[in-house]
């Protein structure tokens, strides 16, 4: 079991001697282009909360790299069971940045009907499963998942993801242990991003890493440099290659940082020393790989611009479509729970129907109530 770190590019973007997985040009500017696009979407997110035009974001600025070299390693039939940092994947994965916004706003065009907080997204067409708020209950859905695949005897893989936080909750156990006994084929990332809320890693666990938990549950662990994408699509696809051949899980530990604030109802400047988070900001995951694109002739000013205007002007148009949508209609709140409502229930759609059309509510339903 490996647990040193494994990098491929330097602080200066330069591969080391045989470790380039030598990914097609095209593809390495596609991710490029993922990367720049996701911190773009973030940076409107955080925007679009702070002048109070939804009500609470997510970042996962720092993390795209962790993320998308993860997710790249999969095929597009396999499923995600994610945390909530990882939007970059719904990019990769073509969801419409429209669908994405719409769930921000909890509105009509939201898959959820707006009955999840914002970030908390769930795509079907993507195989990407519902983020759930309770940390660590992906673990064990994508466990099951797993092992239900293996019955089957379909070659499907299954990546899930949770932060340093998540290796306490009681489901990293269970599921991590039913993976093992049953050979799952699934990846857990770890996504160490050095703090949950304001909890250091370093208190999170007496263990050396987190990768090292996965010697208890029989499996390999992987500690991979987190702002490396080549070194975690490397790490991934060897995992997920892994899973698909019948040998079982993988726990892959990406070593990040969480650039911004846990979420907008937070302020990490109150327990992080700003010398960490300037060290931090050196190791800017997009800046590296941007280096490596230089050093393969593959960076120019203009890419760069066609990269970030587009990532901003597709966001503007989706922000700007998202804002024209209404509310859910009130009569969804009864939907997609029982396929024949019970007596109870018509008859509480009945009053609030009524009510409705009384004027009494309607207008204000359906904003966010922060
Ligand atoms: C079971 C459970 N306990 C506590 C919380 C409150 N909570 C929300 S996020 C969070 C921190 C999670 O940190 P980590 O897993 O490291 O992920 P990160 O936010 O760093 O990506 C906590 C404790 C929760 N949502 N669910």
Not at 67 to 86: E, I, T
Not at 194 to 215: C, D, F, H, R, W
Request: glycine share 8%; with cysteine.
């Amino acid at each position: 079991m490996s647990l040193e770190l494994l990098t491929i590019l330097d602080q200066d973007g330069k591969a080391q001697k045989g470790k380039d997985p030598n990914l097609p040009a095209a593809e390495l500017q596609r991710l490029y282009r993922l990367m720049v696009a996701t911190r773009a979407l973030d940076d409107r997110g955080l925007a679009l909360q702070r002048q109070g035009r939804i009500g609470f974001y997510l970042q996962s600025t720092g993390q795209e790299a962790s993320h998308l070299g993860a997710a790249y390693a999969l095929h597009d039939s396999d499923w995600l069971f994610p945390a909530y940092r990882q939007p970059g994947i719904l990019l990769l994965r073509k969801v419409p940045i429209e669908k994405i916004i719409c769930e921000w706003f909890g509105n009509a065009g939201d898959t959820s009907k707006g009955r999840q907080m914002p970030v908390h997204y769930s795509f079907r067409q993507a195989n990407f499963v519902s983020v759930s708020s309770p940390i660590g209950t992906q673990l064990t859905q994508a466990a099951g998942a797993g092992m239900a695949a293996r019955l089957r005897g379909d070659d499907t893989v299954f990546m899930t993801f949770c932060g340093d936080g998540g290796t306490s909750s009681n489901d990293f156990h269970t599921g991590l242990n039913f993976a093992g006994v049953y050979k799952a084929p699934v990846v857990f990332v770890c996504e160490n991003n050095g703090y949950a809320i304001s909890v250091p890693s370093q208190k999170q666990t007496a263990s050396t890493s987190m990768a090292i938990k996965a010697e208890a549950y029989g499996m390999p662990g992987v500690r991979v440099d987190g702002n490396d994408i080549l070194a975690v699509y490397r790490v991934c696809k060897e995992a997920v290659d892994r899973a698909r051949r019948g040998e079982g899980p993988t726990l892959v530990e990406t070593v990040t940082h969480r650039m911004a604030s846990h979420s907008s109802s937070d302020d990490a400047a109150r327990y992080r020393d700003a010398a960490e988070y300037e060290a931090w900001k050196k190791k800017d995951p997009i800046v590296r790989f941007q280096q490596y694109l230089q050093h393969k002739k593959l960076w120019t000013e203009a890419f760069e611009q066609e990269c970030v205007e587009g990532a901003k002007a597709d966001i503007a148009a989706a922000v700007k479509a998202a804002e024209a949508t209404g509310n859910p209609a009130v009569d969804t709140l009864f939907d997609d729970v029982y396929l024949n409502l019970t007596p109870q229930l018509e008859e509480q759609r009945r009053e609030l129907r009524d009510l409705v059309q009384r004027g009494g509510v309607g207008a204000e339903v359906g904003h966010f109530p922060l």
